[in-house]
């Protein structure tokens, strides 16, 4: 999808400037057949926010690879890795945040430089809305050129050293040019990106087939989808991979939606067609679909080495069969298949349970050319009280948005408040929403005015109200309760934020990503009737567990204010993620989540289970007590009992974890319960039979049982890097026999 050359917002009218923005093509009559086909077969679409180990995303993964080899036809085959994502504006983000990572590693003083060439400038605007320049933008330290010969001076500078350089492809991008850029790179060791997502299928082929050396990275967008639904997603060489092939750092990125078995199945589709299939190929592809244990592999080698195995110890390498309401049913091989209690659906995005009835009756009735975002818009607004609705489509994607047109609205300041334990995604700009530096550390630079704040601190409320009284702060961010810890930020604390906000002038946004769509009880986590913030964001329960899609909602003097300091960038965030079939199977899964009486069912069915699980609590040592509100549970295990005193805090709930899966059929993550909004009271005697059932275990039997599994964990561990080893060398004498390093 080529946009057209740069446009003035004053010379062109209203519905051109929102054309030139808008990524989605309507429904069609295939796309719809498929996810109403999914919906009718029981087909689990969201799982984890880790990666979950579905066989349509191995697949899509394997096959990417493979379509890149194909086009460089090369006697040697080089491995990419490729992490999902729902945008190409994300996966820009990941690939950026990788070639970072790899930089910090082999250079520690590499100040994370990127070179971006963007004829087009698609980009420039989102990474920094209020033109403050390279050091001050939200995205910092990334320079965007239009002309190649200015990128390619820069780039020759001897002081340059940059951890990467972006080549946006164009269907008019000179292909012998492209090769010089590679060559340059290749001398500055610098990381070269191929974004794909705005050229042709055509293009993005010839520039593989063109290039004298392998790619590192490729992005792709949303043309294999036809721009239907959400995706983007960039394939790493494998060696370019290997900050992230760590425990301690596999989950450094990662989404709720991207990798979903939706839109790998779609993509797997589309690139079988543009790929030979070689008998070779044909079976790889088809065991992937069969075999778990080829399904496992082909992730660990074309995804990602480590998730499987966290997955495998935690029980969660599922073989689904089936995933209707509540139930999860999995393949076992003892027993047959058995039916689970899900408490896990897409990370809190299962407001209904999977797969309600009533889409497939929404996708059959679907008009193309109906305007449903518009009537999903006066709902959300309604239902929260701000003026403005802005599509997106994912959690980071959201708080993207969200920051960007708060310091649109406060052009003056510069400053954010993020209160410590805060989460807020991993994209370049949400990573600023949280504080762990573990996080954010190896991908700076990162927004350069921050401040974080202890809400536990005895001088909390002083440090928090001197910094409202500097006179610099643009926005407070927080979630009311937080998603990684299920702390409550401090009535105090909001009360001070809310009664000084007018005076102060500073704006105040909430995250409601995780806790919003009734999943505290009440539609938002916080009281409306106390509190009314200018900014909140939207996510997990408006998919319905079957489409990515997010919201962000302003009050009108964000948006007016946003819109006379940069109208260009809020008109394009009103049209860029908007997508009409998206929007009505949220509005579908909202309009039934809101049907008279079911906030009451809601509240009652939080009260039930909280107080139940209080009651095992009573009767399994091991289990200290319950955190969380409504439908947002955890298990707080006592970890000064033994052996979890031994095992520590993440292996323990890790080693629970499993347990309540083979011993109680409840599926959950983390010790971390997420059920159904729908749940029924007896699902909820199930779910808290099981748990209890599970958590009977003796402390000597749960040690031996813990130590086995992580012997097992560490074994496969072992192998997997031994693998990886074997294949790095056999890939560099691999390169030497055939000159290709």
């Not at 690139?271 to 008998?279: F, N, Q």
């Not at 995005?349 to 006066?378: C, F, K, M, V």
């Not at 997990?540 to 489409?547: C, V, Y």
């Not at 008279?596 to 009573?618: D, F, Q, T």
Request: glycine letters at 6%; proline letters at 4%; charged letters at 20%.
């Amino acid at each position: 999808m080529t946009l057209s050359k740069n446009l003035d917002s004053n010379t062109i009218g209203q519905n051109a400037l929102k054309a030139r923005w808008a990524i989605y093509e309507p429904a069609t009559s295939t796309t719809l057949d498929t996810i109403w086909q999914r919906n009718q077969a029981g087909k689990a679409t969201f799982l984890l926010a880790s990666q979950p180990v579905f066989a349509e995303s191995a697949q899509a993964a394997y096959l990417l690879c493979e379509y890149i080899n194909a086009l460089r036809n090369k006697a040697a085959k080089d491995i990419y890795k490729t992490f999902f994502c729902n945008s190409r504006i994300e996966a820009l983000h990941g690939a950026i945040k990788i070639s970072r990572h790899n930089a910090r590693l082999s250079h520690p003083d590499n100040d994370g430089l990127v070179l971006v060439y963007d004829q087009e400038r698609y980009y420039a605007d989102l990474f920094d809305p209020l033109s403050q320049g390279i050091d001050k933008a939200l995205v910092p330290g990334v320079l965007f050129y239009e002309e190649l010969a200015d990128l390619s001076s820069q780039l020759n500078n001897s002081s340059t050293k940059a951890a990467a350089v972006v080549m946006c492809l164009y269907d008019d991008f000179p292909l012998d040019e492209l090769n010089r850029i590679q060559h340059l790179c290749r001398e500055k060791q610098t990381i070269l990106v191929l974004n794909t997502a705005h050229a042709s299928c055509g293009m993005t082929e010839s520039s593989l087939a063109h290039l004298a050396d392998k790619p590192d990275i490729v992005v792709w967008g949303e043309a294999l989808t036809d721009y239907q639904v959400p995706f983007g997603a960039f394939s790493v060489l494998d060696r370019f991979y290997k900050p992230w092939a760590k425990v301690s750092t596999c989950f450094m990125h990662s989404s709720t939606y991207g990798g979903n078995s939706l839109v790998t199945s779609m993509v797997r589709d589309k690139i079988l067609k543009s790929l030979p299939i070689t008998a070779k190929i044909a079976a790889k592809f088809n065991a992937i679909a069969d075999k778990p244990a080829a399904r496992i592999k082909a992730f660990c080698t074309y995804i990602n080495p480590i998730t499987p195995l966290i997955c495998h110890a935690a029980k969660l390498d599922l073989d689904i069969t089936q995933a209707k309401g509540t139930k999860i049913t999995i393949k076992n091989q003892s027993t047959g298949e058995i039916d689970l209690i899900d408490c896990i659906g897409g990370a809190g995005s299962n407001l209904r349970g999977y797969n309600p009835a009533d889409i497939g009756q929404a996708l059959e009735a679907h008009q193309p050319d109906t305007d449903y975002w518009s009537e999903l818009a006066r709902l959300l607004s309604g239902l929260v009280g701000l003026d403005h609705a802005f599509p997106a489509v994912s959690g980071a994607c959201a708080v993207d948005i969200a920051i960007t047109l708060a310091m649109l609205a406060n052009p003056q300041r510069s400053r954010i408040v993020i209160f410590k334990g805060n989460y807020a995604g991993k994209s370049l700009i949400s990573l600023n929403g949280s504080e762990d530096e573990f996080d954010r550390k190896p991908f700076v630079p990162l927004y350069w005015d921050i401040v974080y704040l202890d809400i536990f601190s005895p001088t909390a409320d002083v440090d928090l109200l001197q910094q409202l009284r500097s006179g610099e702060i643009a926005l407070v961010w927080f979630e009311v309760m937080q998603g990684n810890s299920l702390n409550q930020v401090p009535p105090k604390l909001i009360d001070i934020i809310f009664q000084y906000r007018k005076d102060l002038g500073y704006i105040v946004g909430i995250d409601e990503i995780l806790n919003g769509m009734f999943r505290t009880g009440s539609f938002v986590s916080f009281d409306r009737d106390q509190y009314q913030p200018d900014i909140i964001t939207l996510s997990k329960g408006l998919s319905d567990l079957t489409f990515p899609i997010s919201a962000v909602l302003v009050s009108d003097t964000v948006y007016q204010q946003a819109k006379h300091t940069n109208e260009q960038v809020v008109t394009r965030y009103e049209n860029q993620f908007l997508n009409q079939l998206g929007a009505h199977i949220a509005l579908n899964g909202l309009t039934q989540a809101n049907a008279p009486g079911n906030r009451e069912r809601i509240r009652y069915a939080g009260n039930r289970l909280k107080s139940e699980l209080w009651g095992v609590a009573g009767r399994a040592p091991l289990l200290k007590g319950i955190r969380g509100e409504g439908l947002h549970l955890h298990l707080m295990l006592d970890m000064e009992q033994f052996p979890l005193s031994l095992f520590g805090k993440d292996v323990s709930e890790l080693l629970i974890s499993r347990l309540c899966l083979s011993e109680g059929h409840v599926l959950q993550y983390f010790c971390r319960l997420l059920p159904p909004l729908n749940i029924s009271d007896r699902e909820m005697e199930q779910l808290v039979v099981g748990i209890e059932k599970s958590l009977k275990i003796s402390r000597f039997s749960l040690f031996l049982f813990g130590l086995k599994q992580i012997l097992v964990f560490l074994y496969l561990l072992s192998v997997a890097q031994l693998k990886s080893a074997i294949t790095g060398l056999t890939t560099q004498l691999s390169g030497l026999r055939y000159g290709n390093e």
